[in-house]
């Protein structure tokens, strides 16, 4: 059985840094080709993606976001962290990880969904 | 703006078939994946890679593809099928995966 979840803090302030970590289980970031990804939704909004990071640590982000985002992994410890510096009222958001299944799938996928981690910065 | 294109309100009666359309220059070279989100939930995953249908998704779902339009069709709408639908798909440079702007469902 697949499950991710998310943890974190629910508050933050402005121009704060956000820490959050996937944490996951039923497959592993040593196998290839899989990746874990995070999403974001702001209010009433659409979803968003931001970052991904694959077996063999390659990384991708949203070109918008990139310059605030990092993600990293803990390969033994099933988990996968984000990080997004100087957090603004607008990155208030329900924040997802997702297990992209495969790299080389030509739609980009994300099959298993965390239930989200709902920030707020303030 | 999203890279992917998608109109914001779809309507269909009840037992009827419905198509949700994602338009964008990637779709010429990459297909879509579909997601169902209904309020308060994690969105799921219902059409992978153009028409491939997870476990436990009803075959009432499919998904088609031509030129630079992705497509969702539901026939025989439910009432549970009420729900907001996104794709998801690579950018051009296939690095990226943008997500369209959703499809709020309603079935009437």
């Known amino acids: 059985q697949i499950t991710l979840r998310e943890s974190g803090p629910t508050l933050v302030k402005p121009t704060q840094t956000l820490t959050l970590t996937c944490t996951f289980s039923g497959f592993s970031l040593y196998s290839s080709p899989v990746g874990v990804g995070w999403i974001r939704q702001p209010p009433g909004k659409a979803l968003e993606w931001l970052a991904v990071?694959?077996?063999?640590?390659?990384?991708r982000y949203s070109p918008s976001l990139r310059s605030r985002l990092t993600i990293t992994k803990d390969t033994s410890r099933n988990q996968v962290v984000l990080t997004v510096t100087n957090m603004d009222p607008v990155d208030t958001a329900t924040y997802y990880c997702a297990r992209r299944p495969n790299y080389y799938d030509t739609s980009g996928t994300f099959d298993y969904w965390g239930q989200g981690a709902r920030v707020t910065v303030s | 703006s999203s890279e992917l294109s998608q109109d914001p309100d779809v309507s269909v009666a009840l037992g009827q078939t419905v198509r949700i359309t994602c338009q964008g220059d990637?779709?010429?070279?990459?297909?879509a994946s579909w997601y169902q989100q209904k309020p308060g939930q994690a969105p799921v995953l219902v059409i992978s890679?153009?028409?491939n249908r997870p476990s436990g998704i009803s075959d009432r779902f499919s998904g088609s593809s031509s030129g630079n339009t992705a497509s969702l069709t539901i026939t025989g709408a439910q009432a549970d099928d009420e729900a907001d639908y996104y794709c998801?798909?690579?950018?051009?440079?296939?690095?990226?995966?943008?997500f369209g702007g959703g499809t709020k469902l309603t079935v009437l």
């Open positions: 890679d153009k028409n």
């Open positions: 990071i694959y077996w063999d640590d390659d990384k």
């Open positions: 998801i798909s690579r950018d051009s440079s296939g690095n990226n995966s943008p």
């Open positions: 990637s779709l010429r070279s990459y297909y």
